[in-house]
């Protein structure tokens, strides 16, 4: 009897020792798995009966530092936001160039007011308008270039975001499967490391996108949630986000108005309150939305914000000069003179004059053709005076026509002849008169200075909305996205003569226009000299005063100062979440040295073991032989 307890004993060393140098095998070839934790095989004493009788597998087991494996899933979510911070600011950092950088807008705006300034020295010189309006239409494409793509990594970050969602979905039901498969294995006394390590690795995948909490249960199962305390995985039963992403971005697409949220559970029409849009606020996935929402929309309104100065300074300027097209004829098909870039919905509403405007028509050589006219200072309304510049240029033998098209003022001239606007303004103001009008439907009427100004008559730039179809300008039309759209008014393109150089002069009935007048070109050289006011931009820089090519340096040392703060937080971040790693590898990682010499003991007490064997079946041989 002692003799089979003896060998039970033998047989029970033989079949532990064989399964602890399995373990010790699987632990070597895993030695350069990323993510495989070490795995521990734990033996103990088999007794029978208040007997020993051999030993026995208690578990097989991973040692890892379970705080530790918390601190890294976290660190992991903080390094994810700060990758993904980095690269779009770096990406919109590179749009700018840098500060020394001829491809910087500051540089383009300054290239402008050079070739500005060059006409204004030499008004008479055609070569020094024609690179004038090249410089103008480089600017504008400068700017169009810019907002364009910011939309288009708003576009970009859009898209992350829906493949970010299908991975986070992919990898809670990894999570489920592998909770139902630990419960089972559990359940049945087998091991289940290896189905964990699995399990950290999509816990990892889903922690590099956002923020969770979790916890494991009796069962061994693990239950994640949200930050705000969302369930996400609860055993086997996981929950699922859904996304619809915006295939193609403008600056008008802003959540949650025309951006979809991140539902949770929506279904097919996602109430409100499962949006956790708002909820997610770092890990790649709150990058993502921040940039998209945040950060590039913060780029469009200070590019937005640059554009309209520049176009609304420039063209109150530019309305003063006397350059404006020749006719080409009056007929329906024939091009506008002048076509206003403001919309007058309401032509009957109060208008008033705060000076007297002069209306005089000039012939190729710059000389009234017929003596002027002028409407008077004080209350009037738009259709009003439509009429009298519409008698004015109808006046025998016929020198136009001007009326209403799309709500915008359209004056058509005979060929060979120019219409140019003097306003009679106080010297504070430049000559400009005082415009009110109500021109936003407020209720509120607005000033606004220059009356070829106000109606856009002879804008150098144009801005068109986004939507609306109106050309958006100072209290008309969405100002949203128009640095995307800044144009130089085509018949200045097809014709640099028509750049603004000079002004009406002379004293009525007897006003000229010279071919050698300056004053408005150097007027709107000085205009990129002059300091104007900019407000303030959420998550932007602050109020200023400034000049164009100063709030384009602004805009380029704000960027540059945050990405490199993003680039720093990187760099830290990293370094952090490495040396992390690093002390769960020592502590969760295989060691080899340590392999091979678990590997000696238990292949020697396999060894010792077979032996026993052995020595009782040689005893066993003898009492058969007697």
């Given at each position: 009897m002692s003799l089979n307890v003896a060998l039970f004993n033998a047989l029970s060393g033989l079949q532990v020792n064989q399964t602890a140098l399995q373990v010790t095998s699987n632990n070597v070839a895993n030695v350069n798995t990323p993510d495989y934790a070490r795995k521990i095989h734990d033996q103990q004493n088999r007794v029978l009966g208040g007997v020993g009788a051999g030993v026995e597998t208690a578990q097989i087991v991973r040692r890892i530092d379970q705080?530790?494996?918390?601190?890294?899933?976290?660190?992991?979510?903080?390094?994810?936001?700060?990758?993904?911070?980095?690269?779009?600011?770096?990406?919109?950092?590179?749009?700018?160039?840098?500060?020394?950088?001829?491809?910087?807008?500051?540089?383009?705006?300054?290239?402008?007011?050079v070739a500005i300034e060059n006409v204004a020295n030499s008004p008479e010189v055609a070569a020094h308008r024609f690179d004038a309006v090249n410089e103008a239409v480089e600017m504008a494409?400068?700017?169009?270039?810019?907002?364009?793509?910011?939309?288009?990594?708003?576009?970009?970050?859009?898209?992350?975001?829906?493949?970010?969602?299908?991975?986070?979905?992919?990898?809670?039901?990894?999570?489920?499967?592998?909770?139902?498969?630990i419960a089972n294995n559990l359940l049945q006394g087998r091991p289940v490391g290896d189905l964990q390590d699995r399990r950290d690795v999509a816990v990892k995948t889903i922690s590099e996108y956002m923020d969770l909490q979790e916890f494991t249960d009796s069962y061994g199962q693990i239950r994640l949630f949200t930050a705000a305390g969302r369930s996400l995985v609860s055993g086997t039963t996981v929950s699922t986000l859904s996304f619809t992403e915006t295939p193609y971005m403008t600056a008008n697409e802003t959540y949650p108005?025309?951006?979809?949220?991140?539902?949770?559970?929506?279904?097919?029409?996602?109430?409100?309150?499962?949006?956790?849009?708002?909820?997610?606020?770092?890990?790649?996935?709150?990058?993502?939305?921040?940039?998209?929402?945040?950060?590039?929309?913060a780029m469009t309104e200070q590019l937005d914000q640059l554009a309209a100065q520049l176009r609304d300074e420039v063209n109150r300027v530019h309305n003063r000069g006397a350059n404006t097209p020749f006719g080409l004829g009056t007929a329906a098909g024939d091009a506008a003179a002048m076509y206003g870039s403001r919309s007058i919905t309401t032509p009957g509403d109060p208008l008033t004059l705060g000076s007297d405007v002069t209306f005089a028509i000039l012939d190729a050589s710059g000389?009234?053709?017929?003596?002027?006219?002028?409407?008077?200072?004080g209350a009037t309304t738009p259709a009003a005076i439509l009429a009298a510049i519409d008698g004015h240029l109808t006046t025998a033998p016929g020198y136009g026509t001007a009326a209403w098209n799309n709500s915008r003022m359209e004056i058509k001239l005979e060929p060979g002849?120019?219409?140019?606007?003097?306003?009679?303004?106080?010297?504070?103001?430049?000559?400009?008169?005082?415009?009110?009008?109500?021109?936003?439907?407020?209720?509120?009427?607005?000033?606004?200075?220059?009356?070829?100004n106000f109606f856009g008559l002879n804008d150098m730039f144009?801005?068109?909305?986004?939507?609306?179809?109106?050309?958006?300008m100072e209290n008309q039309g969405s100002g949203v996205g128009i640095s995307s759209t800044m144009q130089v008014r085509q018949s200045i393109i097809d014709d640099p003569s028509y750049l603004s150089r000079g002004m009406l002069r002379g004293t009525p009935p007897t006003l000229t226009l010279g071919v050698g007048d300056n004053e408005i070109a150097q007027q709107l050289a000085n205009a990129f000299g002059e300091n104007f006011s900019y407000n303030s931009v959420a998550a932007g820089p602050s109020a200023t005063s400034t000049?164009?090519?100063?709030?384009?340096?602004?805009?380029?040392?704000?960027?540059?100062?945050?990405?490199?703060?993003?680039?720093?937080?990187?760099?830290?971040?990293?370094?952090?979440?490495?040396?992390?790693?690093?002390?769960?590898?020592?502590?969760?990682?295989?060691?080899?040295?340590?392999?091979?010499?678990?590997?000696?003991?238990?292949?020697?007490?396999?060894?010792?073991?077979?032996?026993?064997?052995?020595?009782?079946?040689?005893m066993l041989e003898t009492l058969l032989n007697l």
């Open positions: 705080f530790l494996r918390r601190d890294l899933m976290k660190e992991t979510t903080v390094l994810g936001n700060t990758q993904t911070r980095a690269d779009y600011l770096n990406r919109m950092q590179s749009m700018f160039g840098s500060l020394g950088n001829n491809n910087a807008l500051g540089n383009s705006i300054s290239d402008l007011a494409q400068y700017f169009n270039d810019m907002g364009t793509q910011v939309q288009q990594y708003r576009t970009q970050a859009d898209a992350e975001i829906s493949a970010a969602v299908t991975t986070i979905n992919t990898e809670l039901q990894v999570v489920s499967d592998l909770n139902a498969q108005a025309t951006i979809s949220g991140i539902y949770l559970n929506g279904g097919a029409v996602p109430p409100p309150s499962s949006d956790i849009t708002g909820e997610v606020t770092t890990g790649k996935l709150g990058a993502l939305i921040e940039m998209r929402d945040r950060a590039l929309p000389n009234a053709v017929i003596a002027p006219m002028t409407i008077a200072a002849y120019r219409l140019a606007i003097l306003d009679n303004g106080p010297a504070a103001d430049l000559g400009d008169a005082t415009i009110t009008f109500d021109a936003d439907g407020d209720t509120v009427s607005e000033n606004y200075l220059g009356f070829s144009e801005t068109p909305a986004l939507a609306g179809g109106v050309l958006a000049t164009f090519s100063g709030y384009a340096g602004v805009i380029l040392s704000f960027n540059a100062s945050i990405t490199s703060a993003a680039d720093d937080a990187q760099e830290f971040q990293t370094f952090f979440f490495q040396d992390l790693q690093a002390k769960f590898q020592s502590e969760a990682g295989v060691n080899l040295d340590e392999e091979l010499a678990n590997m000696t003991i238990f292949l020697n007490a396999y060894n010792a073991s077979a032996r026993l064997v052995q020595a009782v079946d040689e």
